[in-house]
Protein backbone atom coordinates (compact mmCIF):
# COMPACT_ATOMS: atom_id res chain seq x y z
CA UNK A 1 0.00 0.00 0.00
CA UNK A 2 2.85 2.28 0.81
CA UNK A 3 4.78 1.41 -2.42
CA UNK A 4 0.87 1.92 -4.35
CA UNK A 5 0.91 5.34 -2.51
CA UNK A 6 4.41 6.84 -3.80
CA UNK A 7 3.94 5.75 -6.93
CA UNK A 8 0.63 7.44 -7.49
CA UNK A 9 2.18 10.71 -5.52
CA UNK A 10 5.23 10.42 -8.43
CA UNK A 11 1.78 9.80 -10.76
CA UNK A 12 0.23 12.92 -9.99
CA UNK A 13 2.63 14.88 -9.87
CA UNK A 14 3.51 14.26 -13.22
CA UNK A 15 -0.15 15.29 -14.11
CA UNK A 16 -0.16 17.92 -12.25
CA UNK A 17 3.30 19.34 -14.15
CA UNK A 18 2.01 18.29 -17.57
CA UNK A 19 -0.60 20.57 -17.05
CA UNK A 20 1.12 22.96 -15.17
CA UNK A 21 3.10 23.68 -18.27
CA UNK A 22 0.59 23.57 -20.63
CA UNK A 23 -1.40 26.29 -19.08
CA UNK A 24 1.88 28.31 -18.89
CA UNK A 25 2.90 27.86 -22.08
CA UNK A 26 -0.88 29.15 -23.56
CA UNK A 27 -0.37 32.09 -21.72
CA UNK A 28 2.97 32.94 -22.22
CA UNK A 29 1.96 33.04 -26.47
CA UNK A 30 -1.20 34.98 -25.49
CA UNK A 31 0.32 37.62 -23.45
CA UNK A 32 3.19 37.96 -26.21
CA UNK A 33 0.64 37.75 -29.18
CA UNK A 34 -1.54 40.74 -26.96
CA UNK A 35 1.62 42.91 -26.73
CA UNK A 36 1.74 44.10 -30.23
CA UNK A 37 -1.83 45.29 -29.56
CA UNK A 38 -2.93 48.71 -29.86
CA UNK A 39 -5.19 49.44 -27.56
CA UNK A 40 -5.92 48.14 -23.94
CA UNK A 41 -9.26 46.58 -25.53
CA UNK A 42 -7.72 44.62 -28.71
CA UNK A 43 -5.00 43.07 -26.09
CA UNK A 44 -7.64 41.81 -23.63
CA UNK A 45 -9.36 40.00 -26.93
CA UNK A 46 -6.17 38.71 -28.26
CA UNK A 47 -5.57 37.11 -24.69
CA UNK A 48 -8.94 35.64 -24.59
CA UNK A 49 -9.10 34.25 -28.06
CA UNK A 50 -5.84 32.47 -27.29
CA UNK A 51 -7.24 30.57 -24.53
CA UNK A 52 -10.67 30.31 -26.57
CA UNK A 53 -9.03 28.43 -29.21
CA UNK A 54 -6.37 26.33 -27.32
CA UNK A 55 -9.95 25.18 -24.75
CA UNK A 56 -9.08 26.32 -22.03
CA UNK A 57 -11.25 29.87 -21.84
CA UNK A 58 -13.03 28.41 -18.29
CA UNK A 59 -9.02 28.61 -16.46
CA UNK A 60 -8.50 32.83 -17.63
CA UNK A 61 -8.52 34.33 -14.51
CA UNK A 62 -10.69 37.70 -14.25
CA UNK A 63 -8.19 41.06 -15.52
CA UNK A 64 -7.14 43.02 -12.50
CA UNK A 65 -6.43 46.49 -12.16
CA UNK A 66 -3.06 47.13 -14.09
CA UNK A 67 -2.96 44.42 -15.84
CA UNK A 68 -3.27 45.37 -19.24
CA UNK A 69 -1.53 48.85 -19.97
CA UNK A 70 -0.92 49.71 -23.56
CA UNK A 71 0.50 53.36 -25.15
CA UNK A 72 2.03 53.98 -28.44
CA UNK A 73 5.20 52.77 -27.87
CA UNK A 74 4.80 50.56 -25.03
CA UNK A 75 2.58 47.48 -23.83
CA UNK A 76 2.63 45.47 -20.46
CA UNK A 77 0.12 42.63 -20.68
CA UNK A 78 -0.26 40.47 -17.41
CA UNK A 79 -2.72 37.58 -17.52
CA UNK A 80 -3.17 34.53 -15.08
CA UNK A 81 -5.39 30.76 -15.37
CA UNK A 82 -6.05 28.53 -13.03
CA UNK A 83 -7.74 25.36 -13.00
CA UNK A 84 -8.03 21.81 -10.70
CA UNK A 85 -7.50 18.39 -11.96
CA UNK A 86 -8.49 15.08 -10.30
CA UNK A 87 -5.92 12.94 -8.94
CA UNK A 88 -5.31 9.34 -9.76
CA UNK A 89 -3.67 7.47 -6.94
CA UNK A 90 -3.74 10.07 -4.88
CA UNK A 91 -6.83 9.77 -3.44
CA UNK A 92 -5.89 7.30 -1.57
CA UNK A 93 -4.46 9.66 0.97
CA UNK A 94 -7.77 11.66 0.78
CA UNK A 95 -6.20 14.08 -2.21
CA UNK A 96 -8.77 14.53 -4.37
CA UNK A 97 -7.74 17.22 -6.30
CA UNK A 98 -4.69 19.68 -7.25
CA UNK A 99 -4.55 22.95 -8.22
CA UNK A 100 -2.64 23.79 -11.32
CA UNK A 101 -2.18 27.97 -11.16
CA UNK A 102 0.18 29.51 -13.55
CA UNK A 103 0.89 33.86 -14.41
CA UNK A 104 2.85 35.42 -16.96
CA UNK A 105 3.88 38.98 -18.12
CA UNK A 106 4.74 39.95 -21.14
CA UNK A 107 6.48 43.76 -22.18
CA UNK A 108 7.23 44.73 -25.66
CA UNK A 109 8.89 48.36 -25.54
CA UNK A 110 10.30 50.99 -28.54
CA UNK A 111 12.84 53.47 -27.00
CA UNK A 112 12.64 55.79 -29.30
CA UNK A 113 9.35 57.72 -30.86
CA UNK A 114 9.08 60.61 -33.86
CA UNK A 115 5.84 62.28 -34.33
CA UNK A 116 4.47 64.60 -36.27
CA UNK A 117 1.00 66.49 -34.71
CA UNK A 118 -0.93 67.72 -38.16
CA UNK A 119 -3.43 69.91 -36.98
CA UNK A 120 -6.16 71.58 -38.36
CA UNK A 121 -6.21 75.49 -37.93
CA UNK A 122 -8.72 76.66 -40.73
CA UNK A 123 -11.29 79.16 -40.22
CA UNK A 124 -14.41 76.26 -39.78
CA UNK A 125 -12.49 74.97 -36.70
CA UNK A 126 -13.41 78.47 -35.20
CA UNK A 127 -16.88 76.87 -34.73
CA UNK A 128 -18.65 74.87 -32.22
CA UNK A 129 -15.48 74.41 -29.81
CA UNK A 130 -13.53 72.53 -32.91
CA UNK A 131 -10.46 74.50 -31.99
CA UNK A 132 -10.69 73.88 -28.40
CA UNK A 133 -11.70 70.64 -28.40
CA UNK A 134 -8.39 70.02 -30.53
CA UNK A 135 -6.16 71.69 -28.72
CA UNK A 136 -7.27 69.44 -25.60
CA UNK A 137 -6.75 66.62 -27.69
CA UNK A 138 -2.93 67.77 -28.77
CA UNK A 139 -2.03 68.54 -24.94
CA UNK A 140 -3.27 65.49 -23.35
CA UNK A 141 -1.74 63.68 -26.33
CA UNK A 142 2.03 65.46 -25.64
CA UNK A 143 1.61 65.13 -21.75
CA UNK A 144 1.31 61.24 -22.33
CA UNK A 145 3.66 60.91 -24.67
CA UNK A 146 6.73 62.89 -23.94
CA UNK A 147 5.44 63.29 -20.20
CA UNK A 148 5.51 59.41 -19.87
CA UNK A 149 8.73 58.71 -21.73
CA UNK A 150 12.50 58.97 -21.31
CA UNK A 151 14.17 62.34 -21.21
CA UNK A 152 14.84 62.80 -24.78
CA UNK A 153 13.28 60.07 -26.08
CA UNK A 154 10.16 61.38 -27.74
CA UNK A 155 10.46 64.20 -29.91
CA UNK A 156 7.43 65.57 -31.24
CA UNK A 157 6.76 68.17 -34.10
CA UNK A 158 3.47 70.33 -34.67
CA UNK A 159 2.74 71.12 -38.07
CA UNK A 160 -0.48 73.57 -38.36
CA UNK A 161 -1.92 73.83 -41.72
CA UNK A 162 -5.13 75.78 -43.23
CA UNK A 163 -4.77 77.20 -47.07
CA UNK A 164 -0.87 75.63 -47.03
CA UNK A 165 1.86 75.20 -44.19
CA UNK A 166 4.34 77.71 -42.86
CA UNK A 167 7.57 76.38 -42.40
CA UNK A 168 9.78 78.80 -40.10
CA UNK A 169 12.98 80.27 -41.18
CA UNK A 170 15.50 78.16 -39.92
CA UNK A 171 13.60 74.92 -42.11
CA UNK A 172 12.77 77.41 -45.46
CA UNK A 173 16.82 78.61 -45.28
CA UNK A 174 17.75 75.00 -45.27
CA UNK A 175 15.92 74.02 -48.46
CA UNK A 176 16.44 74.58 -52.09
CA UNK A 177 13.89 77.03 -53.11
CA UNK A 178 13.42 79.14 -56.05
CA UNK A 179 12.75 81.94 -54.21
CA UNK A 180 10.71 85.10 -55.77
CA UNK A 181 9.66 87.14 -52.28
CA UNK A 182 10.10 87.74 -49.04
CA UNK A 183 6.62 87.90 -47.97
CA UNK A 184 6.21 84.41 -46.80
CA UNK A 185 8.25 80.57 -46.55
CA UNK A 186 5.23 78.74 -47.86
CA UNK A 187 6.29 76.14 -50.99
CA UNK A 188 4.10 75.03 -53.95
CA UNK A 189 3.74 71.46 -54.45
CA UNK A 190 3.21 69.79 -57.56
CA UNK A 191 1.30 66.22 -58.02
CA UNK A 192 4.63 64.36 -58.03
CA UNK A 193 5.31 65.70 -54.63
CA UNK A 194 2.76 63.48 -52.85
CA UNK A 195 4.38 60.23 -54.01
CA UNK A 196 7.29 60.21 -51.89
CA UNK A 197 8.23 62.20 -48.42
CA UNK A 198 11.35 63.81 -49.48
CA UNK A 199 11.29 68.01 -49.93
CA UNK A 200 13.86 69.67 -51.22
CA UNK A 201 16.44 69.86 -48.79
CA UNK A 202 19.64 71.77 -50.06
CA UNK A 203 21.56 68.60 -52.16
CA UNK A 204 19.37 66.10 -51.46
CA UNK A 205 16.27 67.75 -54.01
CA UNK A 206 13.77 66.35 -55.63
CA UNK A 207 13.80 63.46 -57.94
CA UNK A 208 14.21 65.99 -60.76
CA UNK A 209 16.70 67.74 -59.18
CA UNK A 210 14.59 71.04 -59.68
CA UNK A 211 14.50 73.53 -56.63
CA UNK A 212 10.85 73.60 -54.62
CA UNK A 213 8.61 77.12 -55.67
CA UNK A 214 7.93 79.50 -53.26
CA UNK A 215 3.90 79.83 -53.19
CA UNK A 216 2.82 83.24 -54.45
CA UNK A 217 1.75 85.47 -51.50
CA UNK A 218 -2.00 86.37 -51.71
CA UNK A 219 -4.64 87.83 -49.48
CA UNK A 220 -8.38 87.61 -50.21
CA UNK A 221 -9.34 90.74 -48.83
CA UNK A 222 -7.36 94.23 -48.01
CA UNK A 223 -6.47 95.06 -51.45
CA UNK A 224 -2.86 95.63 -51.86
CA UNK A 225 -2.71 98.32 -48.91
CA UNK A 226 -2.69 95.40 -46.62
CA UNK A 227 -1.70 92.09 -46.85
CA UNK A 228 -1.98 90.70 -43.76
CA UNK A 229 -5.85 90.51 -43.13
CA UNK A 230 -7.18 87.19 -43.14
CA UNK A 231 -7.61 84.55 -45.87
CA UNK A 232 -4.22 84.58 -47.21
CA UNK A 233 -2.16 81.67 -48.96
CA UNK A 234 0.36 81.94 -46.46
CA UNK A 235 0.49 82.89 -42.90
CA UNK A 236 3.77 84.69 -41.38
CA UNK A 237 2.77 84.51 -38.39
CA UNK A 238 4.78 82.74 -35.68
CA UNK A 239 1.36 80.74 -34.23
CA UNK A 240 0.99 79.25 -37.61
CA UNK A 241 4.52 78.07 -38.20
CA UNK A 242 5.63 74.78 -37.64
CA UNK A 243 7.53 73.42 -34.21
CA UNK A 244 10.06 71.15 -35.20
CA UNK A 245 11.69 68.59 -33.18
CA UNK A 246 10.33 69.18 -29.48
CA UNK A 247 11.16 66.95 -26.81
CA UNK A 248 9.69 70.05 -24.27
CA UNK A 249 5.98 69.69 -23.11
CA UNK A 250 6.15 73.10 -21.75
CA UNK A 251 7.29 74.23 -25.32
CA UNK A 252 4.44 72.44 -27.22
CA UNK A 253 1.47 73.42 -24.98
CA UNK A 254 2.53 76.42 -25.34
CA UNK A 255 2.28 75.99 -29.18
CA UNK A 256 -0.76 74.83 -29.46
CA UNK A 257 -2.51 77.07 -26.81
CA UNK A 258 -1.24 80.01 -29.31
CA UNK A 259 -2.31 78.56 -32.50
CA UNK A 260 -5.85 80.65 -34.38
CA UNK A 261 -8.07 79.45 -36.93
CA UNK A 262 -8.02 81.30 -40.36
CA UNK A 263 -8.08 80.38 -43.92
CA UNK A 264 -9.33 77.42 -45.95
CA UNK A 265 -9.01 74.15 -45.95
CA UNK A 266 -5.13 71.72 -47.14
CA UNK A 267 -4.95 68.86 -45.07
CA UNK A 268 -2.64 67.56 -48.29
CA UNK A 269 -0.26 70.06 -47.33
CA UNK A 270 -0.19 68.80 -43.84
CA UNK A 271 0.29 65.09 -44.53
CA UNK A 272 3.50 65.85 -46.80
CA UNK A 273 5.10 68.04 -44.42
CA UNK A 274 4.47 65.66 -41.75
CA UNK A 275 5.79 63.31 -43.86
CA UNK A 276 8.85 64.67 -44.87
CA UNK A 277 9.51 65.35 -40.99
CA UNK A 278 9.85 61.77 -40.53
CA UNK A 279 12.09 61.07 -43.58
CA UNK A 280 15.42 60.58 -42.71
CA UNK A 281 16.43 62.92 -46.01
CA UNK A 282 15.55 65.64 -43.63
CA UNK A 283 18.28 65.09 -41.45
CA UNK A 284 20.07 67.71 -43.58
CA UNK A 285 17.79 70.21 -42.43
CA UNK A 286 18.18 68.92 -38.89
CA UNK A 287 21.88 69.42 -39.35
CA UNK A 288 21.61 73.13 -40.78
CA UNK A 289 19.10 74.10 -37.66
CA UNK A 290 21.59 72.85 -35.69
CA UNK A 291 24.91 74.19 -36.97
CA UNK A 292 22.69 77.72 -36.67
CA UNK A 293 21.80 77.10 -33.28
CA UNK A 294 18.12 76.67 -33.99
CA UNK A 295 18.22 73.18 -33.05
CA UNK A 296 20.31 71.23 -30.01
CA UNK A 297 22.65 68.99 -31.11
CA UNK A 298 21.12 65.41 -29.67
CA UNK A 299 19.00 65.78 -31.94
CA UNK A 300 21.33 65.30 -35.00
CA UNK A 301 20.04 61.67 -35.24
CA UNK A 302 16.50 62.86 -36.03
CA UNK A 303 14.66 61.59 -38.36
CA UNK A 304 16.12 58.38 -38.05
CA UNK A 305 16.18 55.53 -40.36
CA UNK A 306 12.95 54.09 -41.12
CA UNK A 307 14.88 50.30 -40.50
CA UNK A 308 15.59 51.47 -37.06
CA UNK A 309 14.42 48.66 -34.94
CA UNK A 310 14.08 51.30 -32.05
CA UNK A 311 12.02 54.10 -33.36
CA UNK A 312 8.34 54.30 -34.15
CA UNK A 313 7.33 57.00 -36.45
CA UNK A 314 3.77 57.97 -36.04
CA UNK A 315 1.62 60.89 -37.70
CA UNK A 316 -1.42 62.43 -36.04
CA UNK A 317 -3.96 64.45 -38.20
CA UNK A 318 -6.91 66.11 -36.26
CA UNK A 319 -9.06 67.94 -38.45
CA UNK A 320 -12.51 68.71 -39.01
CA UNK A 321 -13.26 67.78 -42.49
CA UNK A 322 -12.36 67.44 -46.71
CA UNK A 323 -10.58 70.06 -47.79
CA UNK A 324 -12.02 73.24 -49.28
CA UNK A 325 -10.88 74.83 -52.59
CA UNK A 326 -8.01 76.46 -53.31
CA UNK A 327 -7.11 78.72 -56.51
CA UNK A 328 -3.61 79.31 -58.04
CA UNK A 329 -2.07 81.21 -60.94
CA UNK A 330 -1.39 79.00 -64.16
CA UNK A 331 2.02 78.73 -64.05
CA UNK A 332 2.48 76.16 -67.45
CA UNK A 333 1.44 77.84 -69.55
CA UNK A 334 1.70 81.34 -68.31
CA UNK A 335 -0.89 82.61 -69.17
CA UNK A 336 -1.58 85.39 -66.35
CA UNK A 337 1.99 85.34 -65.81
CA UNK A 338 5.35 86.83 -67.07
CA UNK A 339 5.59 88.17 -70.68
CA UNK A 340 1.97 87.02 -72.00
CA UNK A 341 0.21 88.27 -68.80
CA UNK A 342 -2.75 91.06 -69.58
CA UNK A 343 -2.79 91.90 -65.33
CA UNK A 344 -1.32 94.84 -65.30
CA UNK A 345 -0.28 97.83 -62.30
CA UNK A 346 -2.03 100.57 -62.72
CA UNK A 347 -0.30 103.47 -60.68
CA UNK A 348 -2.01 107.11 -60.53
CA UNK A 349 -2.12 110.12 -58.52
CA UNK A 350 -5.24 112.21 -57.84
CA UNK A 351 -5.13 115.84 -59.70
CA UNK A 352 -5.24 118.50 -57.11
CA UNK A 353 -7.15 121.95 -58.32
Known sequence: LIMLMVGGLALDTMHHERERASLQATLDRAVLAGASASSDTEARQIVEDYFAKAG????????QEGDIATSLNSATITARA???????LMKLSGVETLSVAAASTAEVRIPNLEGILVLDVSGSM?????IGNLKVAAKDFVSTVVGNS?????VLSIVPFSFSVSPPESIYQALA????HNYS??????????HHATLTSGSSSLSSGIPAQQMVYTSVYGGF???NQSWRSCYNNDYMRILPYSTSVTDLHAKIDALQPDGNTSGNEGMNWGAALLDPTFREVTEHMIDNGHLDASLAHVPANYNDPDTLKVIIFMGDGANTTSYFFDRDPPQFRGTNSDLYEVVYQDRVF
Open 185 to 194: TCLEFKDNDY
Open 56 to 63: KADYLLAE
Open 150 to 154: DPGSA
Open 225 to 227: DNL
Open 82 to 88: QRNISTY
Open 126 to 130: ASNSK
Open 177 to 180: VEET
